[in-house]
C-alpha cells in the first residue's frame, strides 16, 4: 500500500474521461470548456495512432498543468511518464500496478478498474493504487459492460483508505444514492460531453456532491 497525497486522498467530485475525438484542437476546446468543472480528468482515445495520442495527451497535460487539473492517462503509463501526466488508469488487462507506481513514483496518481469486485480492489490498493474504480452502476454506451457494480461495493471498500470512483450511466438524477454510500468521485464521459450542455451538465454533476 502506498502513502497518498494529501490532494489525492482528499480528491472529490466529477472525474471526467474524454470523448472519442480524432481532432486535435476540437478536443482540446471541449475539454476546455468543463475543465473547470472538473476535479480529475482522464484522457482515454481507443481509436488513435501513437503519435495522436502522444500529441493530444501532450496538448491536454498543457492545458490541465494550467487548470490545476491532475490529467490522468487511461492505459499507457509510457505515455504518462513521457508527457509527465498526473498519473495513470489501469483496466484489470492493462498493465501491472506496482510496476506502474515504480515507474510513475510515490505522488503519481494510479487507479484501478475493479468492476464488480471487492477482492480485487483490496489487492489493487496493496501493491500500490491510489483509488479505486466500480462498475458499471447503470447501463452505459460508452463501452461494452458485462459487470453490474452495487452501491454496497462503494460502501464495503471505505476501509480501503483510497478514494472510491463510481463509473457507468451515472447522471445527476441518479448518482445521488452512490455519494451517499461512498463515491468519491463519478465518472462520466457522455454525461458531459454528449449533453446539450456540457458547462451544465458538468454543474449539475457537482451540485449532485453539494447536495450530499
Not at 488508469?89 to 469486485?117: F, M, N, Q
Request: proline share 6%.
Amino acid at each position: 500500500m502506498t502513502s497518498l497525497p494529501p490532494s489525492v486522498r482528499a480528491a472529490r467530485g466529477l472525474y471526467l474521461i474524454t470523448p472519442e475525438e480524432p481532432d486535435t484542437d476540437r478536443l482540446l476546446a471541449r475539454v476546455a470548456a468543463v475543465l473547470p468543472q472538473a476535479t480529475w480528468l482522464q484522457y482515454r482515445q481507443k481509436d488513435a495512432d501513437a503519435d495522436r495520442r502522444h500529441a493530444q495527451a501532450a496538448a491536454l497535460q498543457a492545458l490541465c498543468a494550467q487548470a490545476g487539473v491532475p490529467l490522468i492517462v487511461n492505459d499507457n503509463v509510457g505515455l504518462a511518464a513521457a508527457i509527465g501526466a498526473a498519473g495513470v488508469h489501469l483496466g484489470e488487462d492493462d498493465g501491472d500496478i506496482a510496476a506502474a507506481r515504480a515507474r510513475l513514483g510515490p505522488d503519481a496518481i494510479v487507479g484501478a478498474s475493479c468492476y464488480d469486485d471487492a477482492i480485487h480492489a483490496q489487492r489493487a490498493v496493496s501493491v500500490g493504487a491510489s483509488y479505486v474504480a466500480f462498475g458499471a452502476f447503470f447501463p452505459t454506451t460508452s463501452k461494452v459492460t458485462t459487470r453490474r457494480a452495487t452501491p454496497a461495493l462503494l460502501a464495503g471498500a471505505a476501509a480501503l483508505g483510497v478514494p472510491r470512483v463510481a463509473i457507468g450511466g451515472i447522471t445527476p438524477d441518479n448518482m445521488g444514492p452512490l455519494v451517499a454510500a461512498g463515491a468519491d468521485l463519478v465518472a462520466v464521459i457522455g454525461g458531459v460531453f454528449e449533453a446539450a450542455d456540457p458547462v451544465a451538465a458538468a454543474q449539475a454533476y457537482r451540485a449532485g456532491f453539494d447536495r450530499a
